[in-house]
């Protein structure tokens, strides 16, 4: 069963535009964990978020974990091309040791 | 910072041969993962890794794959015997606890010719 979703699937913005990424959880999470990902390459840890309501942001990208811990936002401000990559949403549960991985986002921007 | 490290980073192998993946995990850490990702698909989980035995895997693990800790800092990936839909990308992850920041290695490419 597919215990993260993510949406949209891709995305294409231009330059300087905001977009949002959507991670939805079929079961409330212990954590929930963003990461990006180069084309082919690694995956780069962005941000974690644990309590319900919690916010972080670093650059120009905040990360938002709804009340219920079922529901994540990733956000980013004013998209350069840097931004391109796959974004990936990770969560852990309250029981199982078993780590999940949305779909990803692959985004790109337009110069 | 301690990072994750896997070897090597691009391996061709005939079908049917045996390949080994290596990883050392942080040094700190007990929980150990490996996960694949088939180009342009979604990274899948494979196994978890505590107390020297599998805690938990997925379908995908079947009894083709094996992992080993052989020493106090090696945490290895072994197909028996290679498919050519093996061909992934296959990352390593550690942890400190059960629940928490899984940190990756940069991950080892794998094509089966």
């Known amino acids: 069963s597919q215990e993260l979703e993510q949406s949209p699937q891709s995305l294409i913005v231009q330059e300087g535009k905001n977009l949002t990424i959507n991670c939805t959880s079929s079961?409330?999470?212990?954590?929930l964990y963003w990461y990006k990902q180069k084309y082919g390459e690694g995956l780069i840890f962005l941000m974690m978020?644990?309590?319900?309501?919690e916010e972080k942001s670093h650059e120009k990208i905040t990360a938002k974990l709804d009340e219920k811990k079922q529901q994540s936002s990733l956000h980013i401000t004013a998209s350069q091309p840097s931004h391109a990559g796959i974004y990936l949403c990770?969560?852990?549960?309250?029981?199982?040791?078993?780590?999940?991985f949305g779909t990803g986002t692959s985004l790109t921007v337009i110069p | 910072e301690p990072e994750v490290t896997q070897t090597p980073s691009h391996q061709v192998t005939q079908m049917g041969q045996e390949v080994i993946l290596r990883c050392v995990p942080i040094?700190?850490?007990?929980?150990f993962y490996w996960y694949r990702q088939i180009l342009g698909q979604k990274v899948e989980f494979l196994v978890s890794?505590?107390?020297?035995?599998?805690?938990?895997k997925s379908e995908i693990f079947d009894d083709q794959f094996s992992v080993e800790r052989p020493d106090g800092s090696n945490f290895t990936l072994k197909i028996r015997s290679t498919k050519l839909e093996d061909s992934a990308m296959y990352f390593c992850?550690?942890?400190?606890?059960?629940?928490?920041?899984?940190?990756f290695g940069e991950g080892s490419r794998l094509t089966v010719l």
């Open positions: 992850a550690s942890s400190e606890r059960n629940t928490g920041e899984l940190f």
């Open positions: 079961k409330t999470l212990y954590g």
């Open positions: 978020l644990q309590k319900g309501g």
């Open positions: 990770g969560a852990d549960f309250l029981t199982g040791n078993q780590f999940y």
């Open positions: 040094s700190n850490h007990l929980y």
């Open positions: 890794f505590y107390n020297n035995e599998i805690s938990e």
